[in-house]
Nanobody
Framework: VQLQASGGGLVQAGGSLRLSCAAS????????MGWYRQAPGKQRELVAI???????NYADSVRGRFTISLDNTKNTVYLQMNSLQPEDTAVYYC???????????WGQGTLVTVSS
């Protein structure tokens, strides 16, 4: 299974970006897909996660600003990020747990930079 992430970039504070992560390969079931981020000098942290059935969970720092969604027909997870702040600057990674736990893969990361 391969994960291809896209959508990062440079945005001013208060702006928006939409990240996408498409999974390809032998996919029979989506357990969950999620977004994590890692800022310079910090550990990777969970941003948002969505189950194959549509249940979601968010980090407190992004709840109300970010929205995760899943297109099961395209095996693609999205992260709509609104009201971005400089502290959201990080490399964002998508993760997919598929095929009843047999697959646990990471995308290549996409850089999000928010200027003040």
């Amino acid at each position: 299974v391969q994960l291809q992430a896209s959508g990062g970039g440079l945005v001013q504070a208060g702006g928006s970006l939409r990240l996408s992560c498409a999974a390809s390969g032998k996919i029979f079931a989506i357990n969950n897909m999620g977004w994590y981020r890692q800022a310079p000098g910090k550990q990777r942290e969970l941003v948002a996660i969505i189950t194959g059935g549509g249940g979601t969970n968010y980090a407190d720092s992004v709840r109300g600003r970010f929205t995760i969604s899943l297109d099961n027909t395209k095996n693609t997870v999205y992260l709509q990020m609104n009201s971005l702040q400089p502290e959201d600057t990080a490399v964002y990674y998508c993760n997919a747990k598929l095929n009843w736990g047999r697959v646990d893969d990471w995308g290549q990361g996409t850089l999000v930079t928010v200027s003040s």
